[in-house]
């Protein structure tokens, strides 16, 4: 079996027992989804910690519960909805206090579930950029999903709109990313 190597220079790593193949689609959208489509909301903060291929997750779901978790998402060079390689542990508090020191870049966002899409509407630097995505289990659901009209443009190969290189953005840089695809956020 072969090694991979991801997005961080020296980071051969291969899917076994732990990591796993993340199949997904990733969508823009002209406006958050309509409240009577949404059957669930939760708030997302993320803390890319710095220098590493790690993510801090902080989920809130509207009755006060939530998750707490650490991922790691070692990117494919493929084309297409196989993203790459994704690991995730779940934390506790402690943990998760422990590694919010950590210096990190941070992103936030309140995902909004749309059966069959996650509709992410992002706050901050990043206000006025909807993005959707769908997971995938199989490469055939991947490749014959039908993406609801909604959806103004894939971007699943665009990296820009990755979470690791959103986080870095500029407000400037995101709005041109828009533009390109003929939306213009107020």
Do not use: W
């Not at 020296?10 to 193949?21: E, I, M, S």
């Not at 630097?125 to 997971?135: D, N, Q, T």
């Amino acid at each position: 079996m072969s090694d991979r190597t991801g997005g961080t220079e020296g980071g051969a790593v291969r899917p076994g027992k732990y990591a796993r193949v993340e199949r997904e689609r990733r969508f823009l959208l002209a406006e958050p989804p309509a409240p009577s489509s949404v059957t669930a909301t939760r708030v997302i903060t993320d803390r890319y910690l710095t220098g590493t291929r790690l993510r801090l997750r902080r989920v809130q779901l509207p009755d006060g519960e939530g998750e707490l978790k650490l991922t790691q998402k070692v990117p494919l060079p493929l084309p297409g909805g196989v993203q790459g390689l994704i690991t995730n542990t779940y934390l506790s508090r402690a943990e998760y206090d422990l590694l919010a020191s950590l210096p990190a870049s941070v992103l936030s966002k309140t995902r909004f579930s749309v059966p069959p899409l996650g509709v992410d509407v992002f706050d901050g630097h990043l206000r006025g950029l909807v993005l959707a995505e769908a997971e995938f289990a199989t490469d055939e659901e991947l490749r014959s999903f039908m993406p609801p009209p909604q959806c103004v443009a894939e971007v699943t190969d665009d990296i820009r709109f990755t979470g690791g290189r959103l986080v870095a953005a500029t407000r400037q840089d995101v709005l041109g990313q828009l533009a390109e695809y003929g939306l213009h956020p107020e």
